[in-house]
């Protein structure tokens, strides 16, 4: 009998299409899968019914011939952060902790109106701040990946850390992610899966609990490229309710996966390698580039002077966007309200925001309200905002000499958790690689390179110029291809 859970987007897609199986009987072996895995507490809500009633749907269209989406018989996790209608979304906080919106957000629907179904919520760090799940209202997830000889509880990356550690699990086939300076790629890389954020616009940020408006970006977490691409171009496209939103068609990237370089140039940044980057991480990076070149690309050293300058600049913008996005939750509207006696309007925010928010989110508040003062902006807020045109302007030019960039996703591998939870500054550095993407707005995406001599996962990161996922996808497959990746976390799966 086939174990469906070890199965992908594509397999069990074209499975259900062909008749080999039922969506139903797929949707069942992974409900079950997620209910013997409640210890890894990847999800905040399961949803088992609702994977079930898309499955039934799905078969029954089948058996009346009607044409099947592309994500048809898929039952996938959804991260927690958006909308679903008349389902707990709750961000992994207390202040939404019982919200069911009334509304679906778009990605969701687009997913659902492809044929997938929802296993259920899965947990992050709250309101997507953090990089190891540790923030969560709701409890850390446990990436289900161990080192060696060690039995410490690793952290599966943060904030997507409920979605890379379904993933990586074989709990979930894929998940949604969302990433505003490294939330997809660097759980991808700690759990040994795929993930991609595409250019900013592509995907609706309508429905998606804001962080930080002008880098939130949706994206999927799955096994493989080819699933990336399928799922990402269900995600994408055109949204009237989101100002943000592309106005350009969507590409058909699963099919026009192409893993022959020939022609083209891959570029190597010279500034990310950083003082103090672990040897191996360095090593997994050459043997990046030793399959690139394999597949048939040149490569070249390529420069982005402001690197350095790019993580003090998200940790102003981030916490900037955030302190304003964030102000909504009152007590008036959402979720928690905390009316102590005798209390006035005043007196119920303060109690409820102060209730409502972890340390984290508080700290960002802070930040965000310190460098927006009046006082402040300008050194600040403007500062940053002008730092970031300049890494903006690092990449254009980075891409008139290649057509993809080649990088480590993350410093080092999977830390344990409490590692870092007292350090902020040492958590905030798991994004170095990650953010001068997001900031520039690019596609980006990590890949599984290989383990460490912990037997841990590295990811190689791969970004490429604005509205060129294709580049993306295709070094990703010449990687993907030639790293043969195929561990998994031992017991879970
Ligand atoms: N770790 C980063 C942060 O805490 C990125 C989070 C994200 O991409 N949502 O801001």
């Not at 999800?43 to 019914?49: E, G, L, S």
């Not at 994977?51 to 009346?64: G, N, Q, Y």
């Not at 019982?98 to 044929?115: H, I, M, N, R």
């Not at 300058?309 to 302190?323: G, N, T």
Request: glycine content about 10%; proline content about 5%.
């Amino acid at each position: 009998m086939t174990d469906f859970t070890q199965l992908g987007i594509k397999a069990i897609r074209d499975g259900v299409a062909n008749g080999d199986f039922t969506a139903v009987e797929v949707a069942e072996a992974f409900n079950a899968a997620v209910a013997d895995a409640a210890e890894l507490n990847a999800f905040i809500v399961t949803t088992p019914d609702y994977a079930l009633e898309a499955a039934k749907k799905v078969d029954a269209d089948r058996a009346a011939g009607k044409q099947l989406g592309s994500m048809a018989g898929v039952p996938i996790g959804m991260k927690d952060l958006f909308a679903t209608r008349g389902v707990q979304t709750s961000a992994a906080s207390h202040i939404l902790e019982g919200f069911k919106p009334e509304y679906e957000s778009t990605v969701s629907q687009k997913l659902w109106d492809a044929g997938a179904g929802m296993l259920g919520k899965l947990n992050l760090d709250q309101f997507a701040m953090g990089s190891s799940n540790e923030t969560s209202y709701f409890g850390n997830v446990a990436n289900p990946w161990k080192a060696r000889g060690s039995n410490a509880t690793l952290a599966p990356g943060g904030s997507s850390g409920g979605s890379s550690a379904a993933v990586a699990a074989r709990i979930a086939p894929a998940a949604t992610g969302t990433d505003t300076g490294g939330s997809i790629r660097q759980p991808a890389a700690f759990t040994g899966i795929t993930g991609i954020k595409p250019t900013y616009g592509r995907c609706s940020r309508w429905g998606i609990v804001a962080f930080a408006s002008s880098l939130d970006q949706a994206g999927p977490m799955a096994r493989s490229v080819e699933d990336c691409a399928i799922m990402l171009e269900a995600m994408s496209g055109f949204d009237p309710k989101d100002s943000t939103s592309l106005d350009m068609d969507v590409p058909a990237w699963a099919a026009s996966l192409d893993a022959n370089l020939k022609g083209k140039t891959v570029g190597i940044p010279k500034e990310y390698r950083m003082d103090g980057t672990d040897e191996e991480i360095l090593k997994s990076w050459d043997d990046g580039i030793a399959w690139l070149k394999d597949a048939g690309a040149d490569v070249v050293e390529v420069s982005l002077p402001h690197t350095k300058y790019a993580l003090p600049a998200y940790y102003i913008v981030a916490p900037a966007e955030a302190s304003s996005n964030l102000a909504r939750y009152d007590g008036v509207r959402y979720g928690l309200r905390d009316l102590p006696d005798g209390a006035g309007l005043q007196d119920m925010y303060a109690a409820t925001r102060a209730a409502g928010f972890g340390d984290e989110v508080k700290r960002r508040i802070l930040i965000g309200t310190y460098v927006l003062s009046a006082g402040f902006y300008d050194a600040y807020y403007t500062q940053a905002m002008k730092v970031r045109t300049l890494i903006q302007k690092d990449f254009e030019a980075a891409f008139e000499q290649c057509d993809v960039i080649l990088a480590p996703t993350t410093p080092t591998a999977a830390f344990a958790l409490g590692e870092n939870v007292d350090d902020p500054l040492a958590m905030y550095l798991n994004d170095v690689f990650a953010v001068p993407a997001s900031l520039a707005g690019l596609p980006a995406m990590s890949v599984p390179a290989g383990l460490n001599k912990d037997g841990l996962p590295l990811g190689l990161q791969l970004i490429g110029p604005a509205f060129d996922e294709q580049a993306v996808l295709n070094a990703g497959l010449a990687i993907e291809q030639r790293a043969g990746f195929t561990a998994k976390p031992e017991k879970w799966w």
